[in-house]
């Protein structure tokens, strides 16, 4: 019982969290979000959400590069801290553009996955992963 309580941790036990974090979320992201929007790119580029007054066409090549290879690159946690960057940018446009004027409830989801890009932001991939292996 006292081990349940305890506040500490070992290095094994936070690699391995990150590569869970990295992975689910990473999975998520790309197959639930970032394939089906490249899937529909004909269909999406006209009605997409303009991002800062870009173009709907530029703002969903944008989100894509976040959605699919920020993705895949963080799965592989391959220049992780970089990855994350556009991926918090997309769930902060999500949050505060897309559902602006719905209650925050709503931006449920994109609120998780924004934690969870910070989380790595902060602590990095872990040693299981591909920075992991380049700075041993």
Do not use: W
Request: hydrophobic letters at 55%; glycine letters at 8%.
């Amino acid at each position: 019982m006292k081990k349940l309580l305890s506040i500490s941790y070992s290095n094994g036990a936070f690699n391995f969290s990150m590569l869970l974090i990295r992975i689910s979320f990473g999975a998520m992201m790309l197959l639930k979000h970032g394939l089906p929007k490249l899937m529909k790119f004909a269909t999406l580029q006209n009605e997409f959400y303009n991002f800062l007054g870009i173009g709907s066409r530029f703002s969903l090549i944008l989100n894509l590069f976040a959605e699919v290879f920020c993705s895949l690159f963080l799965i592989l946690g391959l220049f992780t801290r970089l990855t994350v960057l556009p991926l918090i940018i997309a769930m902060l446009v999500v949050i505060f553009g897309v559902d602006k004027g719905k209650p925050l409830a709503e931006s449920e989801l994109a609120i998780l996955f924004l934690t969870a890009y910070i989380t790595l932001l902060f602590c990095g991939p872990g040693r299981i992963s591909v920075d992991g292996m380049i700075n041993k």
